[in-house]
């Protein structure tokens, strides 16, 4: 039962909820910096994909066939090439310093290994390199940590392994990134999201 409500309606459920104006606006600050070649991890129904600007190469991440089906319909007016990943992040089938950006948004919450994935990410970048975020996570306020926390333990199994208290921040410099940049934006009428949205480097 829980194998076909993942298969049939999270997928749907993402590709209605992702594909908001509030979250367009925020997707596109977000990769207005990507350049070069880039590593998406866990695209999901694909909104990324027409605001790229400035790339050469897509590598498209994303473990779901059924949302990958759905991406695809989205990649086919792009101006640069898109290679689909059809793997987890925890494990992602790219050498070593091959991409110049890797970009997650709205995925960390939902990979159920987020150190090892944040490791391949540092695997896969080359040095000088970006990864570029956003993200909801733990709010500092300790009350509303608390709330996340018992919402986490009912969308975990509802909502594609959605976490919504996960210290991003935290798990990003443990990783060994620097963070260059974090800003945390607010989307409306949603007071349980506490958003991490920012740049970081290796070097
Ligand atoms: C909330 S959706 C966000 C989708 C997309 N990044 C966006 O901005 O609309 C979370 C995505 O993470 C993907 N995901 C889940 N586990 C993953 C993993 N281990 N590695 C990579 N992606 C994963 C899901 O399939 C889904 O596409």
Request: net charge neutral; glycine share 6%; hydrophobic share 40%.
């Amino acid at each position: 039962m829980m194998n076909w409500y993942q298969k049939n309606i999270v997928p749907r459920l993402l590709n209605s909820e992702m594909g908001s104006k509030e979250l367009e606006e925020i997707r596109r600050v977000v990769l207005a910096s990507a350049c070069g070649i880039v590593l998406e991890i866990g695209v999901g129904p694909g909104y990324n994909l027409p605001l790229y600007k400035n790339i050469s190469k897509l590598y498209a991440l994303e473990p779901s066939k059924e949302l990958t089906d759905i991406a695809k319909t989205r990649a086919n007016t792009l101006l640069f090439p898109v290679e689909f990943l059809n793997t987890g992040a925890e494990n992602i089938s790219l050498p070593q310093h091959s991409v110049d950006t890797v970009v997650s948004t709205w995925t960390l919450c939902s990979v159920s290994d987020p150190k090892k994935v944040l490791q391949e990410i540092k695997r896969v970048l080359r040095p000088e390199g970006n990864f570029i975020f956003v993200d909801h996570g733990a709010s500092p306020n300790f009350a509303l940590r608390a709330i996340q926390t018992g919402l986490t333990s009912v969308t975990k199994y509802f909502t594609g392994n959605c976490h919504y208290d996960r210290k991003l921040e935290e798990l990003i410099r443990e990783a060994g990134f620097i963070i260059k940049k974090i800003e945390h934006p607010h989307e409306q009428f949603k007071p349980l999201i506490y958003n991490y949205q920012g740049v970081a480097t290796l070097s």
